[in-house]
């Protein structure tokens, strides 16, 4: 199994380097080679993508990446700042499908900014469409029109196939979990997400064993911070899901526990923390490795098909947070603070 490993800038390399320790612990059969990204392709080529960062994340089996982002590059010109290095490996791996888990373990429970009744022990996936919708829809611009004022417009638009890949990848993870699948749509009022709505219809037939709900928008934001906890996977478009996941991501309070995958249409995937390169903390040894470590269990359970490997890494994480030892994100009075290394290092033991 070829793994790209892209560290990136700011606390990428630290985070990552705790995952690849990790990683190695398993004992598989692991080919991973590193390549670099964002600013640091950038300074290395003059590209935040540099072709060869690029094929080695297409020959790879599945890519393991850590953040991007470093405020030295921010005068540069759109296409040269290191966060375009995420969109074009998105775009050139046709990367469609966003997977964000959602759990609160219950040692963190009071991290959040909910009551701890209200999140303890949730999981939930929220899956997203990529590629598609009114990020992506054209006509769109800022025109002055025949009143004379200047009007800005953009095109919502999804294609039957988008719209049922999407669906199956929901369903797919469905079966993996609960077997409870939301989709979340418009469809009282827009035509796309009344197609939407129609082909997960459609879909659902080829998978009985899920249940299957639909639910509005507005409500779905709701009922995510009112009974997070009656979701299992929730599927939806590319606007409904960018803003929903980040809800569901702060119910866990913390951005340095969540990891995330990025899915083509063979299961091979991109996998990351939900979190930036941090640059206030940089190189002080403190970051959270956890949502990386996280993030490697799913490139396990998507793409490489090590359920097991997976699952050892995320019990060894309850672990290591139900034993007490904390980073300073996640610290609480009466917990044990440690910095990056030990994080990674209890990972290890508790493997
Ligand atoms: P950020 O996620 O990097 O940081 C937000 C806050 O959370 C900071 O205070 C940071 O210290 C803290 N934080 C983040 N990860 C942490 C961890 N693992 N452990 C402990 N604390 C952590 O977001 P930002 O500050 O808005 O952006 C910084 C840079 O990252 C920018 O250049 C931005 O464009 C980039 N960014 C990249 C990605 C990506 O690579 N996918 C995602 C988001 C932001």
Request: charge should be negative; charged fraction near 20%; glycine fraction near 8%.
């Amino acid at each position: 199994m070829n793994i790209a490993v892209l560290p990136g800038d700011g606390i990428g390399s630290e985070i990552i380097a705790e995952a690849l320790k990790v990683l190695r612990k398993l004992n598989l059969p692991l080919e991973m080679q590193e390549a670099p990204v964002g600013g640091t392709g950038y300074d290395v080529s003059g590209d935040p993508l540099p072709e060869a960062t690029l094929a080695l994340a297409k020959s790879a089996d599945a890519i393991l990446f850590g953040a991007v982002g470093n405020p030295k590059h921010d005068h540069l010109p759109r296409d040269k700042r290191p966060e375009q290095a995420i969109l074009g490996l998105r775009k050139h791996l046709g990367l469609f499908a966003n997977l964000r888990p959602a759990q609160v373990y219950a040692e963190l429970a009071s991290a959040s900014a909910l009551k701890p009744e209200v999140v303890a022990g949730l999981d939930l996936l929220i899956i997203r469409e990529l590629t598609g919708d009114i990020y992506f829809g054209s006509p769109r611009g800022i025109h002055t029109n025949a009143a004379g004022d200047r009007e800005g417009f953009d095109t919502m638009r999804y294609s039957e196939p988008e719209i049922r890949r999407i669906a199956h990848v929901g369903f797919q993870a469905a079966m993996k979990r609960g077997r409870r699948l939301c989709s979340v749509d418009k469809a009282n009022v827009l035509e796309t997400s009344q197609l939407w709505r129609d082909i997960v219809i459609d879909v659902a037939k080829e998978y009985p064993q899920v249940a299957l709900s639909h639910m509005y928008v507005d409500n779905a934001a709701m009922q995510l911070v009112r009974a997070p906890k009656q979701f299992d996977v929730i599927v939806t478009g590319n606007l409904f899901g960018d803003i929903l996941s980040d809800e569901a991501s702060m119910l866990t309070g913390s951005i340095g526990m969540l990891p995330s995958a990025s899915l083509d249409a063979n299961n091979k995937g991109l996998y990351e923390p939900i979190h930036g390169s941090a640059p206030d903390i940089a190189g002080q040894g403190i970051a959270n490795p956890l949502a990386t470590i996280l993030s490697a269990a799913m490139m396990l359970r998507y793409s490489l098909n090590q359920a097991a490997a997976a699952d050892r890494i995320e019990a060894a994480v309850k672990r290591v947070l139900a034993s007490g030892v904390r980073t300073p994100d996640i610290f609480v009075e009466g917990t044990h603070r440690v910095g990056t290394q030990e994080m990674g290092a209890a990972v290890l033991a508790a493997l």
